[in-house]
């Protein structure tokens, strides 16, 4: 079993900027991909971004150029730095691992059942 430990978020006005960190635990768990996801009230949960074990990055086009990923795969650790935050950008943010027959490679980002093992949701608001 694979624990995932999300931290950070809170509140920001439109134009800061938040810093989520996730760490994943395991003996046996290392260098699989890593995914943000985020569900606003009332929406399906989407997904945000990933990090693969093998370098790849991927991001959701409603957050290109504003948000960056940073995956250590020695530490099974993901941090998502968002820039330029806006009102809609306010949602209950999750961290994800997928499954280890991916390998190094990462699910698409719409393909949230493919990601088996998924942290707490850390609430991220962003006021105008």
């Known amino acids: 079993e694979v624990e995932v430990v999300t931290s950070g978020g809170g509140s920001v006005q439109a134009g800061g900027s938040l810093t989520l960190s996730c760490a994943a635990s395991?003996?046996?768990?290392?260098?699989?991909?890593m995914a943000w996801f985020r569900q606003a009230p009332g929406k399906e949960r989407e997904g945000v971004a990933s990090?693969?074990?093998?370098?790849?990055?991927s991001y959701a086009d409603s957050v290109k150029e504003r948000f960056a990923i940073s995956k250590d795969n020695a530490k099974n650790t993901l941090s998502l730095r968002m820039n330029s935050l806006k009102p809609e950008d306010t949602a209950v943010y999750y961290c994800?691992?997928?499954?280890?027959?991916?390998?190094?490679?990462?699910?698409?980002?719409?393909?949230?059942?493919?990601?088996?093992?998924w942290g707490q949701g850390t609430q991220v608001t962003v006021s105008s």
């Open positions: 990090g693969g074990g093998d370098g790849s990055l």
């Open positions: 994800a691992a997928a499954r280890p027959w991916y390998g190094g490679r990462c699910p698409d980002l719409s393909a949230l059942g493919d990601f088996g093992f």
């Open positions: 395991s003996p046996t768990y290392s260098g699989y991909c």
